[in-house]
């Protein structure tokens, strides 16, 4: 079991990431109905089970929007210790990722989502906001080992602008 | 009513702190704030109350953004553990 003292230094707390986080407001606990049709259209579109819109804070990510059973107790949290999120290594890599088969991947093979949930295949695009900062991604998670469509990419990189030009206009509004 | 067109001073910013967190939390986050910025108490010229309350506000945004992830850290982390009971 990982102690919270013992959690490795996967995130690179830039402050004026955080900031931009911060700004957005995505640390915030509030719904966000605006989103909920994106990640609806991304779970068709790839054919996934899961379809999530996930915020990277510096120890943690927390989901803005899902498409799928969000187990109880992952619900409860609002989301994951950090080193749990697929989409972590877009703090360093901006690239989209696809994994075929988590677990049998050293890098998630015993993480929680993976040993717990049965989460088996992945494939994510990162949120980029205006300023230039990675705020979190865009992703589908599957229950069994897959490829996914071959436009997946695409589609998912046009949805995950729209998903930070929602979140942007939503604090331009004062909501 | 005519309109307060008087200079805020540190203690306008304490009192108006205090009234939202109370005289302790405002006197320490005030004089960390003061000290990390190399200032010193009483902060009298507008410019540096500008400062302290710039590095406020950015303080106080990096203390929600962990707030909310040490919240979810140890919800996600006690449910794991065995005494937590879930999943």
């Known amino acids: 079991m990982m102690l919270l003292e013992e959690r490795p230094r996967v995130a690179i707390p830039t402050v004026d990431r955080l900031l931009d986080v911060a700004h957005l407001g995505l640390d915030r606990e509030q719904p966000r109905t605006y989103l909920q049709e994106i990640v609806d259209q991304l779970a068709d579109r790839v054919g996934a089970p899961f379809a999530l819109i996930d915020v990277l804070l510096d120890g943690a990510q927390v989901f803005l929007a899902a498409h799928g059973p969000v187990p109880a107790w992952i619900a409860q949290a609002g989301g994951t210790p950090i080193e749990w999120a697929f989409c972590r290594p877009f703090l360093t890599d901006r690239r989209p990722r696809f994994v075929r088969d988590l677990a049998t991947d050293p890098m998630w093979r015993d993480n929680p989502l993976v040993t717990v949930e049965g989460a088996r295949s992945y494939i994510g695009v990162p949120l980029i906001s205006h300023r230039g900062h990675v705020m979190g991604g865009l992703c589908a998670v599957d229950l069994a080992p897959r490829d996914f469509p071959a436009e997946s990419i695409a589609t998912m990189e046009r949805l995950a602008v729209e998903v930070i030009d929602r979140l942007e206009s939503e604090v331009g509004t004062g909501s | 009513m005519a309109p307060n067109t008087e200079r805020p001073t540190e203690a306008d910013a304490l009192r108006a702190l205090a009234e939202l967190v109370g005289t302790q939390t405002a006197t320490g986050m005030w004089d960390l704030s003061v000290r990390t910025l190399g200032l010193h108490r009483p902060v009298e010229s507008i ?30 982390y006690d449910a794991l553990s065995p005494a937590g009971g879930q999943p």
């Open chain 2, 47 to 76: 410019a540096d109350l500008r400062r302290v309350a710039e590095h406020m506000m950015v303080t106080g945004d990096l203390v929600r953004v962990a707030g909310r992830s040490l919240k979810v850290r140890a919800i996600t």
